[in-house]
């Protein structure tokens, strides 16, 4: 999910395998009040500024005087914020109160962004400089963070800070305001400012709930600058006797309708009296209870009548800064729940005679829409017009206006307690550039030509899955990816057919997509995200995208044009279209766990606090590791999680779902999930990380963790499997310690569970799993409730893991190494899973040589794939492109059920069938589940030495073996003997099945054939064109025009109806699932 942002220092290991430790890069702010900084500095060769100042003002407005804040070597200076709407900022450098003046009325315009003007002071006369541009590139930039906190505890206090990675500061210095802790950041290009989290180290508290970002504009020219936090309060100052520090009342929040709580800085005294307001009418004190905590540093009030959310509370104390109130854990309180919940439709329901605007803010006192017009590119003007909302049912506001308002860009304006937030629609369907500004949209007109009819691959069962994990800028963006250059790193250049790596016959792009034979891409976070500046897309900038900021609206930074709401939409649908064109399902990486930012997400402005979960402190809860973590369980939250997933399946024809951070989600609103996407297409698959980025307020006992899957019941909702991950090539948390296929010893019973899907087997020692070699309890019903890979994009690659692992390895070795780790994935029952690249050996090395295990923000040269290593490792591409054949081919390695992998395949033992340890051996009875293969036996030999394993019949053929995978003949076993060599796989079938099942037998004219595609024909693996057997390609006017003659098409345009596809000499039946489009608001 960002840069990073920040992670308990117990658990830094475990935070950087999650991903989304990202923090944004700019804060997201109504882009009409975007901040302008002009920097007006003053030299005077004689160095006296005593008493000199500055007198500042925008046009027709009063004056004010600024301080000079820093001084270098090149004079002193102050920095004035405004924004371009003012026009321009007018001053004069004086001397106390007009004892003289420097200057006479300068102007500086707004319009050209964050200016500086030097004002030089000669002997006779005054110099004032044209302005230029701010600088903030530095060799080295210190920022110095001064705090203050009234009872002068620090001891439990750093500073975590950050432009890109972030780290921990303490504070070890101090001066007359307080505690200092020095952030230092070397070689400072292209930023906008620094990062500030008052924290507790181990993250279980934090000073203020927003994050702070101290603007490079208040460096001085040697990079240094000094900014003054008071506890509390979320300001940052410049002036150390700006800050008041008074006692103040810290927290005062409504946690039922009958009840308050608050917190104070500093101690009450015993006969400590309060003031309670309504609307500022003060209520009188025999209508509430107060109680004074022991600690004396919080209480709470009891009122005899009901609280009214929409009214303004506000809590006075002598001697203390009083406080409005916020919202705490009334919303976990069933009054709330019924009188708020609502059922019906939110967000701008669109028509073309009018548009009705609603909006679930049931804190607030007022809401209006603001409108801005149909120009996306002047995204930073003001609102054309401001038009009230009307209160309805449940906490609903809304507005309708007549006319077809499609391309109309709009914000809520929410009140509350008497402050006026600006808001993206939670629900826009369509937003503006960087997502600070929802759009109307009619839907219909952003579908591409032929969508009505768009085709979903066929999909059985989870099973049939082989699934294959990409970021869309990591795709296309390398020059060797063959993609046109102004598609790369787009989603019109994730789709582009035809393309090589220059010079060669190398397929690349979604061509080799289809060569390798995948079934299904897992798309990186392609919603709307918050780190990506996407007004500077001609600067490189990456992120994999785990800090969502609008849940229902594209990513802009991958379309040819992030200022028009409408283009992103049309070719987000182009490329899922041309995917299922290519037989190729999709899979979207979506983080409901959390969003990029916290108190100033468009959610904690629309309704402050009812999005978040929080601990017992009242703090926000960090089960992510990035600041927060959504309460599924509250109803209007579950109903925005639920409503999205299935607008995108609907709107989008997404064919999957993979959870981040699925662990912080409640299994009540994933079961939800799974039934309201039941009712749209039962193919559509599920799945998700079955743990959590941190410790979390929700209870275990309801959370959707991997031990908690048996709670799906028979649900297609699966997890990760990180046992078979950290059993094939070792923990991810000890990159130098090895697993089976690297060196390590005694993970035979962990591989076994991998094998059987995460389920119950009696052939599996279930006290001997994993690193630990401890009790692990099957956790999957059945095998389609598990994802079995060795790589994702979190940690080290499995090319680098293995490096690391073994650095005396030579390649060949650690290509063995890599295939025998595919071909545990490929022949274990479950989902099969693996990271882009994987299959030529993708490397990720940083500048200084090392390799990059957390690469959310790294740039291109890390992320890229390198397309050139798949022909300088093309046989481990063959390898891997012939497990996935086989693997589709045979549904003996895709069983559906438990009960299946139970009665069909049997491990074979050490002692009885093969001598040694790192052996792990089975068989499989193909046609007992519907495999033309009667007998197939797999081995793993994981040692340095041959092993001689007895099988259980005579007569086997080799289809896999250290070099090759696939269907062919590769040898034959005359008996029951199999010496298999060191550090290597084999798959073998029974001769006699084998030869039976590779006779061309075609089915008579009423036969459905095999559902399976795996009886009676032969695939030519040499044939790069059948390698995806659902592959299906159509000519429209939006794709390539590649129409293979041996492909015959049909198609109803209605649900269910089956396709017949000629391919070669043989017939195969394939259902298809044609996506109708449904009936909008």
Known sequence: MKKIKHWSALIVAVILMFTMMQIPLFTASAASDATVYVKIRYNRPDGDYSNWNLWVWETGKDGKQVDFMGKDDDGVFAVVESTEEAGEINFIVRKGDWEAKATSDEKV???????????????????????????????????????????????????????????????????????????????????????????????????????????????????????????????????????????AISSFKIDSLNDFSFKVNAKLADDTKVVLKEDNKVIDESKYKLTINDNKLSGKIKTDSKIDINKTYTLEIKGYTSAISSFGKIYETEDFAKLYTYDGDLGALYSKDKTKFVLWAPTASKVQVAFYGTNGKDYTCAAKKTVDMVQGDNGTWSLEQSGDLNGTYYNYLVTINGKTNEVTDPYAKAVGVNGNRGMVVDLDSTDPEGWDTDTKPELKDATDSVIYEIHIRDFSISEDSGVSVEYRGKYNGFWEEGTKVPGTDIKTGIDHLKELGVTTVHLLPTFDQRSIDETKLDKAQFNWGYDPQNYNAVEGSYSSDPYTAEVRITEFKEMVQALHKAGIRVVMDVVYNHTGSTADSLFNLAVPDYYYRQDAEGNFSNGSGCGNELASERSMVRKMIVESVVYWAEEYHIDGFRFDLMGLHDITTMKEIRTELDKIDKTIIMYGEGWTGGTSSLSSSEAALKANVPLFGEMQIAAFSDDIRDGIKGHVFTNTEPAFVNGGDDFEETIKFGIVGSTKHDGIDYSNIGRDHTQVDPWANEPYQTVNYASAHDNLTLWDRLQTTNPDATDEELQAMNKMSAAIVYTSQGIPFMQAGEEFART????????????????????????????????????????????????????????????????????????????????????????????????????????????????????????????????????????VPAGTSYVLVDTKSYEASNVVVPPADNEEGNDDNNGGTKTDTNTEETTNSNTEEVTNSNINNKKPSNTILTKTGSVGTTAVIAVGMGLVLVGTLVIRKRQRN
């Open 109 to 247: 315009s707004l319009s050209n962004g964050d200016q500086e003007v030097v004002v030089t002071q000669g002997d006779a006369s005054v110099t004032v400089s044209e302005p230029k541009a701010i600088n903030r590139d530095f060799d080295n930039v210190k920022l110095n963070i001064h705090y203050y906190r009234f009872g002068q505890d620090y001891d439990e206090w750093d500073v975590w800070s950050w432009i890109d990675d972030g780290k921990g500061v303490a504070f070890t210095d101090e001066d007359d305001y307080g505690k200092i802790a020095t952030a230092s950041f070397d070689n400072v290009k292209d930023a906008e400012s620094i990062g500030v989290i008052i924290r507790k180290p181990d993250w279980s508290a934090k000073d203020c709930d927003i994050d702070r970002f101290v603007n490079l504009a208040y460096a001085n020219n040697n990079g240094e600058i000094n900014a003054y936090f008071l506890q509390g309060d979320e300001n940052i100052y410049y002036y150390p006797d700006e800050p008041i520090k008074q006692p």
């Open 844 to 979: 990720k090395v940083k500048e200084d040589g090392t390799f990059d295990e957390n690469s959310y923000s790294s740039p291109d040269s890390v992320n890229q794939l390198d397309w050139s290593r798949k022909g300088e490792y093309s046989d481990l591409f063959n390898y891997y492109k012939g497990l996935i054949e086989l693997r589709k081919s045979h549904k003996a390695f895709r069983m559906n059920s438990t009960e299946d992998i139970q009665n069909n395949l049997t491990f074979l033992t050490e002692g009885t069938d093969f001598t040694g340890k790192n052996v792990v051996a089975y068989t499989l009875k193909g046609t007992s589940v519907g495999d033309s293969w009667e007998n197939i036996a797999v081995v793993f030999n994981a040692n340095e030495e041959d092993v001689e394993v007895t099988l259980p019949t005579d007569d086997w053929t080799v289809v896999v073996d250290g070099a090759k995978a696939g269907v062919e003949e590769l040898a034959k076993i005359t008996g029951n003997k199999v010496t």
